[in-house]
């Protein structure tokens, strides 16, 4: 899981940077859409590495 969440941070990451370039910036669905998946790839990290007890 740990390593999912890595690259779901990657992903949403990305994808605001590729927004950002686009200049789409001004569509609040986007970001809120690349912002979720940063979070949602955080939560799994810790999530992740609390299962493995390295927190």
């Known amino acids: 899981m ?3 969440g890595f690259s779901l ?3 949403g990451v990305l994808a ?3 927004l950002f370039l686009l ?3 001004t569509v609040n ?3 809120l859409a ?3 998946t ?3 790839g955080v939560c ?3 999530w992740g590495m609390k299962r493995e007890s390295r927190y």
């Open 9 to 11: 941070i990657i992903l």
């Open 2 to 4: 740990k390593y999912v």
């Open 29 to 31: 669905a986007f970001l």
């Open 34 to 36: 690349s912002l979720l």
């Open 44 to 46: 799994l990290m810790v």
């Open 23 to 25: 200049h789409l910036t």
């Open 38 to 40: 940063i979070i949602i």
């Open 16 to 18: 605001l940077v590729v």
